[in-house]
């Protein structure tokens, strides 16, 4: 329709396409390098650093008394373990994918690795990251919660 109304030549629609297609790879790729460096040195180490409050509080118990039960301790330790794992692993695949892409010959290859590979792996590694925020104590979450930014307006 546009180069049949003389609006547009079809190289002017292909440039035009390339440009946005160019703009969408910069924009995931600052997202996907950002999330990397978010979890490998703010969730991970956060998370990290509960975990092992969690199993020196457990060890304290213990040793005044090995009777105490540390269900709560323990039973979070292990959950946090996991996810601490998680986040590592899914951190790493998404570093992967993004450096996957410099070999890419054009845009629209890209985009579409985009798309089909490192928006997947950011999606992962958010369920991970999320999962552990609602687990960490307050304290050790380097970051606003959920809750601080819908109700925390003064």
């Known amino acids: 329709m546009l180069t049949s109304h003389k609006v ?4 002017e629609l292909k440039s035009r396409c390339e440009i946005m297609l160019d703009n969408y ?5 600052i997202e996907a390098n950002t999330m990397i460096d978010m ?4 969730i991970a180490p956060a998370v990290g650093a509960y975990v092992l409050e969690l ?4 060890a304290a118990k213990k040793a005044v008394d090995a009777s105490i039960p540390c269900v709560y301790e323990a039973g979070l330790l292990k959950k946090l373990a996991r996810l ?5 692993v899914k951190t790493d695949e998404l570093e992967e994918a993004v450096m996957r892409l410099k070999d890419t010959e054009d845009v629209e290859t890209e985009s579409y ?3 089909d590979v490192v928006l997947g792996k950011m999606g992962e590694l ?7 925020e609602t687990m960490t ?5 380097p970051f606003p919660t959920y809750g601080d930014l819908l109700f925390g307006v003064k």
């Open 8 to 11: 547009f030549s079809e190289a």
């Open 25 to 29: 790879c910069k924009t995931v790729l």
């Open 39 to 42: 979890a490998r040195t703010e």
């Open 55 to 58: 199993a020196n509080t457990a």
């Open 84 to 88: 601490e794992e998680q986040i590592a």
């Open 113 to 115: 690795r985009i798309r």
């Open 126 to 132: 958010r369920v991970a990251c999320d999962e552990a």
């Open 137 to 141: 104590a307050k304290k050790y979450w």
